[in-house]
């Protein structure tokens, strides 16, 4: 089965410390995509960052960094120094083939002063 | 460059109506995806279709809800007679026809959403 798997309805972190949001993923393509995404409430979909299946660099944007472990399948998204606007919902989404783009349930992250 | 546009962003509709969701892909962008995000759940895709044609539909349901792409103008998103539980963030992305030397080949694009409730 290709799918993508948040554990973590909902997290918790105190401003200004890091934060590791869970993803892993299941697909037998070869070449497939990693996404990360924030939600804020005003509902739009933000593009955080990006890890292709044959990257062997784990991708950095900024405060976000994507742990890419492809054995493990796994693609956890880590913020560090958190701030009080990073209160969001997060996705992360997994583009198989050219057209195939599949999300997770989300985890709800919540960074308390 | 203007990115994916949707409209409206809200629409509120009664019971029986029916909501018509439009959706302008990226400049350059032939492909576009439908998908629908139902409160505290992730995004599910409903269709992707390329100009006058559909592609895949698998994720529509079989009954109300049609989309198109003509040749001229945005792609529709049509859901008749609406029932509460389509009450739903409706969102669309595009891609270009071919891979691109971006950060994905095959990247969506998406729209900031067109948010329904049905009463």
């Known amino acids: 089965a290709q799918k993508i798997t948040q554990t973590q309805p909902g997290m918790f972190v105190q401003e200004k410390e890091a934060v590791t949001l869970d993803c892993t993923y299941d697909t037998s393509d070869q070449s497939y995509g990693l996404f990360w995404y924030k939600q804020p409430s005003s509902g739009e979909m933000i593009f955080l960052i990006y890890?292709?299946?044959?990257?062997?660099q784990n991708a950095t944007e900024g405060r976000y960094s994507l742990n890419f472990q492809k054995a493990r399948k796994s693609a956890n998204l880590v913020i560090s120094a958190s701030q009080l606007g990073d209160s969001a919902m997060y996705f992360c989404?997994?583009?198989?083939?050219?057209?195939?783009?599949?999300f997770g349930a989300g985890t709800r992250l919540t960074v308390k002063p | 460059n203007a990115g994916v546009m949707q409209n409206p962003r809200h629409l509120v509709r009664r019971r029986g109506q029916e909501a018509r969701l439009r959706c302008s892909p990226m400049?350059?962008?032939?492909?576009v995806y439908w998908y629908r995000q139902l409160p505290e759940e992730g995004l599910k895709f409903m269709v992707y279709?390329?100009?006058?044609?559909?592609?895949?539909e698998s994720g529509m349901p079989k009954e109300r809800f049609s989309a198109e792409f003509p040749k001229e103008g945005p792609s529709i998103l049509r859901i008749q007679q609406v029932v509460r539980g389509d009450s739903a963030a409706y969102f669309c992305?595009?891609?270009?026809?071919?891979?691109?030397?971006?950060?994905?080949?095959?990247?969506?694009?998406f729209g900031p959403g067109t948010r329904l409730t049905v009463t």
């Open positions: 279709l390329q100009k006058e044609n559909i592609i895949d």
């Open positions: 890890q292709g299946s044959y990257d062997e």
């Open positions: 989404a997994m583009r198989l083939n050219n057209n195939d783009m599949r």
């Open positions: 400049k350059g962008h032939s492909h």
């Open positions: 992305a595009s891609s270009p026809a071919e891979p691109t030397s971006g950060r994905d080949p095959y990247e969506q694009y």
